[in-house]
Antibody, heavy 116, light 109 residues
Framework: QVQLVESGGGLVKPGGSLRLSCAAS????????MSWIRQTPGKGLEWVSY????????KYADSVKGRFTISRDNAKNSLYLQMNSLRAEDTAVYYC?????????WGQGTLVTVSS | QSALTQPRSVSGSPGQSVTISCTGT?????????VSWYQQRPGKAPKLVIY???KRPSGVPDRFSGSKSGNTASLTISGLQAEDEADYYC?????????FGGGTKLTVL
């Protein structure tokens, strides 16, 4: 069965960096677009980024463009999100999801808290 | 990259039908047949219930249906059941971004 497991969340100070990982299993990872989506506590969902099976193209929300970088390692069935210059408003649960839209499988999420 | 517009809450009694609207623009909802809907129960990850405007993934009851007219998409849940109580989010593809709605809380009375 399809499984997506995120890791790497935690508490970081404003201006700091964090790298999230998503381990995929149960499907041919290299065949699929993959995405990161976040949800602020008690609020709605916000699409963050997607990456194609070959790692190009990638696409980002305006709110994270220039600060976040999505990448993948098909040999390791893993998806990554490098987050730099973090701000308080980046505080959220970050989900990885299969596909670039019509997200059919989601991980359980990892919490990122940006606070001094 | 504006969020799609959904009502904050809807409610209905068991057995009734409810419809949740999702309004975007001609650049997203109106421009592509790539609208999806997600059900999210408290403390859980979202679950896909409708994709490509009106298609249901395997395992989703046929009580869930989707449609679109112009820049507005709709999710209809018929024969409401207590287990349908959850937050529902719409989502639309666009060329340079993907947008979610703000979410609608469905209460089963």
């Amino acid at each position: 069965q399809v499984q997506l497991v995120e890791s790497g969340g935690g508490l970081v100070k404003p201006g700091g960096s964090l790298r999230l990982s998503c381990a995929a299993s149960g499907f041919t990872f290299s065949d699929y677009y993959m995405s990161w989506i976040r949800q602020t506590p008690g609020k709605g969902l916000e699409w963050v980024s997607y990456i194609s099976p070959s790692s190009s193209p990638t696409k980002y929300a305006d709110s994270v463009k220039g600060r976040f970088t999505i990448s993948r390692d098909n040999a390791k069935n893993s998806l990554y999100l490098q987050m730099n210059s973090l701000r308080a408003e980046d505080t959220a649960v970050y989900y990885c999801a299969r596909r670039g839209y019509n997200f059919d499988y989601w991980g359980q999420g990892t919490l990122v808290t940006v606070s001094s | 990259q504006s969020a799609l517009t959904q009502p904050r809450s809807v409610s209905g009694s068991p057995g009734q039908s409810v419809t949740i609207s999702c309004t975007g623009t001609s650049s997203d909802v109106g421009g592509y047949n790539y609208v999806s809907w997600y059900q999210q129960r408290p403390g859980k990850a979202p679950k896909l219930v409708i994709y490509d405007v009106s298609k249901r993934p395997s395992g989703v009851p046929d009580r869930f249906s989707g449609s679109k007219s112009g820049n507005t998409a709709s999710l209809t849940i018929s024969g409401l059941q207590a287990e349908d109580e959850a937050d529902y989010y719409c989502c639309s593809y666009a060329v340079t971004y993907t947008s979610f709605g703000g979410g609608t809380k469905l209460t089963v009375l």
